[in-house]
């Protein structure tokens, strides 16, 4: 069974600083998708970014992007030019090569303060 | 971008009535629902899979016959608490996975509380 695990319980960062989350999961797949969510104090999930497994290229969402090491197991989310609106939880979430009903697994969650 | 809906978002019910919680897709089609619950402070928990028109499928340790889900539609999947009790009173997140697209998309919530 695929496993995700976030090591970081909490972070903070100051506004306008970079932070980097950790995340490492399991898998004997040589083909997934990894991705991050951010949950908000609304609790609405929202995905912030995907990896394909099979792309060397680390993704990139505008103040977010990913450091994906497949050897290591490793895909760590970085937000740079934090904002106090990134305040929420963070959740890694590992897919197996996808099929209709492939669930997503997640990690335990980093809670994420950023301070002005 | 695709909307999945829930209704109601919180919820009070008494202990031992019922509760139904719904889940829509409402600008596509979704053969595969998931249902979630998260208590707080902690990460989602998969309770179930549900597939249009097919029953659904249980993780291990979840009570088909408390947690009752039906996927009548391509935009429509319901969890019926049965006989609700103190400890059902969770947060419940619904998601949908696109038909066409395999993207999943997640549904607001569903405050709980069972008195």
């Known amino acids: 069974a695929q496993t995700v695990t976030q090591s970081q319980p909490e972070m903070s960062v100051q506004e306008a600083e970079t932070v980097t989350l950790s995340c490492t999961y399991d898998t004997s797949e040589n083909n997934y998708y990894l991705f991050w969510y951010k949950q908000p104090p609304s609790r609405q999930m929202i995905l912030v970014i995907r990896q394909e497994a099979y792309k060397q290229q680390n993704a990139t969402e505008n103040r977010f992007s990913v450091n994906f090491q497949k050897a290591a197991k490793s895909f760590s989310l970085k937000i740079s030019d934090s904002q106090l609106g990134d305040t929420a939880m963070y959740f890694c979430a590992f897919m197996k090569p996808l099929s209709r009903n492939t669930p997503l697994v997640f990690g335990k969650g980093t809670r994420l303060s950023v301070i002005a | 971008g695709a909307v999945v809906s829930q209704h109601p978002s919180r919820v009070i019910c008494k202990s031992g009535t019922s509760v139904k919680i719904e889940c829509r897709s409402l600008d596509f089609q979704a053969t595969t629902m998931f249902w979630y619950r998260q208590f707080p402070k902690q990460s989602l928990m998969l309770m179930a899979t549900?597939?249009?028109?097919?029953?659904?499928?249980?993780e291990q340790g979840v009570e088909k016959d408390k947690f009752l889900i039906n996927h009548a539609s391509l935009t429509l999947s319901t969890l019926t608490v049965t006989s609700a009790h103190p400890e059902d009173s969770s947060f419940y997140i619904c998601s949908a996975r696109d038909a066409g697209t395999y993207e999943q998309y997640f549904g607001p919530g569903t405050r709980l509380t069972v008195t």
């Open positions: 549900s597939n249009e028109g097919s029953k659904a499928t249980y």
